[in-house]
Every structure is written in structure tokens, then in C-alpha cells.
């Protein structure tokens, strides 16, 4: 048994659903389980739509909505040729009416509230699941959509929550285990869930990874596959650095030291339930499915090479703090720890000393630091307009003259802080956010030059093209 996750751009249009029923037809003998996210930007038009609502703009509102509707009844029309018999219609009609009345509250109720935002944004996933399904029965493949909220049981932190672990494993074994074993090929909703209570809940943006690895981890499969329109995690990002090369297998840890460093590629936390069973991870691009992707293991062999890529932050800003003179040291470290603990603010890079104390975080996390309460330690200055770059792999455990070989080859380049150390897996420093694209160009050279062929492979073709 396998998971496989489709959604977004690599469901966008009716050539590129088309391409994923291929996909999956051509892996039925692995007893393939189905996960979606809703189609294109889905999300984000219906986010939009909800806020219009609430702010009473109707008409703005109705006309987003139409474009949606009109948008995912066309997807259905062409996937389906006996599409007005066929009560995939009458499925999504009932959707998109059910949508309207929800909207029409809002607009009563002129406000948004995240338990009202989680069930409209729910909708995206239910569609998408409705289509992509019907299109798989229309390739003879006996797909059964399942409604995920039945057994991804949530906590109720709406816009961003967290399952309850074994109410959602039981319930996962319980409703997809026999589909499966009797030959069927379920299709789930990502990203959405619902509480104890029958609320409907999500799992935050980008969230539906996270589903896949939930629902492989309960189901115990052999390999959990998230298919995207990039060919798996890359050596750098390839919209700045178009020498970026695919790599073929990395480390959990690895993986989720990219992703905090700023890797857009997965959701922060959707390794944890795959890694916690030891299942392998593939990231695929459904636009070439012959490609070999990323394979993300537990133990994922270091190369030749001393990195494994480099990620960066942008919008990161430098915090520095100087406690007074007469503050005791351990009573300031403390102070300003519980502060940090309290907004949420997790620093990327933090160094301190007997002067003080400087960190580097987002700029969004940047104004919570200016509370009255770190004033009282201390003076506290924010620069703004920088970036983090991170080198990640396995062999910095061991290399030697790191540091010297980084910063020998940013000649010209300034440097605000450095963290060393604090991960034996990874290296980050901090430079003005302009600076970028040409340290990560720099670094790439250096890294790079002969990359090992068993872990990295060519820039991707489809890189080429851009
Ligand atoms: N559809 C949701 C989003 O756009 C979840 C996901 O795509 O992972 O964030
Ligand atoms: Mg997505």
C-alpha cells in the first residue's frame, strides 16, 4: 500500500488531472490510497471570498464565487463525458449551494470568525476530491471518496489544527483498511479534518501534506509519495539559482532542517508522522512522473559532497538587546526567554554574550519584540531588511574548516551574525537580504562543483526551459 498526494498546480486543469489519473493507473498493483488539496489557487480565492462576505461586499463576493464554481464545473465537464447524467454534478451543486448560504451568513453576521473560515476553506478539498475521483472511476479505476472529517479528528485550534492521535489512527484503519483490501482505490480530502464535536477544522496552510503523512503513517504503507510540479528538494532554490540540482535522497533530518530554515517544499511538520514509522517519503513532479524525484529515509547516505543544499529566509530582522547595567545576567537570559516563549518568536540564529544578546527573526515575529517588558531589560534595536542562508547535510557533522570555506568565498560580503554549532547538521549565518542571490550563487560554486552523481542529479530539464 502506498499514499499518494496530489493537489494544487498539479491539479489545476483538466491536462493536468488527466496526467495524474495516468499516474495513478500506472501504480494500482502498489494499492495506491489517494490524497488531494484542493485544485490551482482554490484556497486562497475562497479565503478572499470569505473576507469580502464579511465585509458586506456582496456582489464582489458572488462574482468570486461564480468564477469558482464555473471553474471547477468546466474541470468536471471535461473529465467527464456523461457529465450531466452523472451526479458528480449534482454533488458539486450541492457544495456550491451549501458555499453560498455559508457566505450569506457571514455577510449577516460581518465577521469572520476561524471556526466559519476553516468550513468555508473545507470546500476546496471536497470539490477537488469529487472531481478527481469521478475522473478515476472514468478510467475504470473503482475510486471511493471518503469525507476525511470522519476520521482526521482534530483539536480545536481552527485555521491550524492539530490531530488527536489515536482517535484519527483507529479511525483511518477503520475506514480506509477495507476499501483497500477489497480492491478499491480510496481518495481523501488533505488539509481539512474535523473536531470530536463534528466541527469542521484545518490543518493550516499547506496542510494536506501533513494528511498524506497522517494517513500513510496509521495506515503503516511502504512509501508515502507527494506529488508536486518540481522535481523533489532541490540543492537551492531554482527560482534564484537556476543552477539548482534535483537531489535524490536525503535525510529526515535533513529535510526538516531545510523546511525550518526556510525550504518552501513541505509543511514543517509533515515528516514527523512518517518518520516516527520509518516511511519513506518521495517528492515527484507530476509533470515528469519518469523523473526520479527526492527520496527523503531515515538513514539517507552522505555523499562526497560536505552539503546537501542551502536555504534561505528572506524578511528576517536582527534584534538586538543590552540589558542594563545593573541587570544580573542569568535574571536577563531568563527574562528574555520567556518573552520569546510567550509571543511564539522562534529566533533562527541567536548569539549572546555579557553585552547582551542578538537574534535573528522574521520580521513579522520582530514587532512582538518590542514589548514593553524586553524595554525594561534593556535597550533593544531592530535592523531590518536582512536574510538567513543555512547550509544543511549530513557530513557537516564531521567537516572540518567550514566555516574558513564559507566566508572565503564571500569576499565583499557582509556578514551580521553566525550560528555554529547549535546543530551538527547545518550552518547559518545571516547577510543583508539583497546580498541573497549571490551568496547562494557563490556557495553554490564552491559546494557543488563536482557533485556526487549517486545523490545529486542534473539541473532538471524543465529548469532548463524557464
Ligand atoms: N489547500 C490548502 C492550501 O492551499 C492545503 C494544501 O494545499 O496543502 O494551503
Ligand atoms: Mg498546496
Redesign the pocket.
Known amino acids: 500500500m502506498i499514499i499518494m498526494k496530489f ?2 498546480t498539479s491539479i489545476e486543469d483538466i491536462d493536468s488531472v488527466r496526467r495524474v489519473v495516468e499516474i495513478i493507473h500506472s501504480r494500482l498493483d502498489l494499492c495506491p490510497v489517494v490524497v488531494n ?2 485544485m490551482g489557487k ?3 480565492k475562497l479565503l478572499n471570498i470569505a473576507r469580502l462576505s464579511a465585509e458586506g461586499m456582496d456582489k464582489e463576493a458572488a462574482r468570486e464565487l461564480d468564477a469558482i464554481r464555473e471553474y471547477h464545473v468546466a474541470m468536471a465537464r471535461g473529465l467527464t463525458p456523461d457529465f450531466k447524467e452523472n451526479n458528480i454534478r449534482t454533488a458539486l451543486e450541492r457544495y456550491f449551494e451549501e458555499l453560498q448560504e455559508l457566505l450569506e451568513g457571514l455577510s449577516v453576521l460581518r465577521e469572520l470568525t476561524p471556526r466559519s473560515q476553516d468550513r468555508i ?1 473545507s470546500y ?2 471536497l470539490v477537488a476530491t469529487t472531481i478527481i475521483a469521478s475522473a478515476l472511476r472514468q478510467r475504470g479505476i473503482d475510486a471511493r471518496w471518503l469525507d476525511a472529517r470522519a476520521f482526521i479528528i482534530t483539536d480545536e485550534r481552527f485555521t491550524g489544527a492539530r490531530p488527536v492521535d489515536d482517535l484519527t489512527r483507529l479511525g483511518i484503519r477503520r475506514d480506509v483498511l477495507p476499501l483497500v483490501s477489497s480492491g478499491c482505490v480510496p481518495v481523501i480530502q ?2 481539512i479534518g474535523s473536531t470530536r464535536g463534528g466541527d469542521t477544522t ?1 490543518l ?6 501533513l494528511s498524506a503523512s497522517l494517513v500513510g503513517a496509521a495506515l503503516d504503507v511502504s512509501d508515502i509519495q507527494i506529488w508536486k510540479d518540481v522535481d523533489g528538494i532541490m540543492t537551492a532554490d531554482p527560482s534564484i539559482f537556476a543552477g539548482a540540482r534535483t537531489i535524490k535522497k536525503i535525510s529526515f533530518e535533513e529535510a526538516s532542517e531545510l523546511t525550518f530554515f526556510g525550504a518552501k517544499i513541505l ?1 514543517p511538520d509533515t515528516l514527523e508522522p512518517a518518520r516516527s514509522k520509518d516511511i519513506p517519503v518521495h517528492i515527484y513532479n507530476s509533470r515528469q512522473p519518469e523523473g526520479g524525484g527526492t527520496l527523503i529515509t531515515a538513514s539517507a547516505k552522505s555523499g562526497s559532497n560536505v552539503i546537501t543544499s542551502i536555504a534561505y529566509k528572506r524578511s528576517v530582522c536582527i534584534v538586538s538587546i543590552v540589558p542594563d547595567a545593573r541587570a544580573n545576567p542569568a535574571g536577563f537570559f531568563r527574562a528574555v526567554f520567556d518573552v520569546l516563549d510567550r509571543e511564539g518568536i522562534t529566533p533562527s540564529v541567536m548569539t549572546t554574550s555579557n553585552a547582551g544578546m542578538v537574534m535573528a527573526v522574521s520580521a513579522s515575529e520582530s514587532s512582538k519584540c518590542v514589548t514593553d517588558e524586553l524595554s525594561r531589560l534593556g535597550t533593544v534595536n531592530i535592523f531590518g531588511e536582512k536574510g538567513t542562508i543555512s547550509l544543511v547535510g549530513e557530513n557537516i557533522r564531521t567537516a572540518r574548516g567550514l566555516a574558513s570555506l564559507v566566508f572565503r568565498n564571500l569576499d565583499g560580503i557582509n556578514i551580521d551574525m553566525v550560528a555554529h554549532g547549535a546543530s551538527p547538521i547545518s550552518f547559518t549565518f545571516v547577510v543583508n537580504e539583497t546580498d541573497i542571490p549571490s551568496v547562494i550563487a557563490r556557495l553554490h560554486e564552491t559546494f557543488f562543483k563536482d557533485p556526487d552523481p549517486d545523490l545529486f542529479g542534473y539541473p532538471p530539464p524543465s529548469l532548463r526551459k524557464r
Open positions: 493537489g494544487g488539496s484542493a482554490t484556497t486562497r476553506l476546496g478539498e488533505g488539509f484545518t493550516g496552510f499547506e496542510g494536506s501534506d509543511h
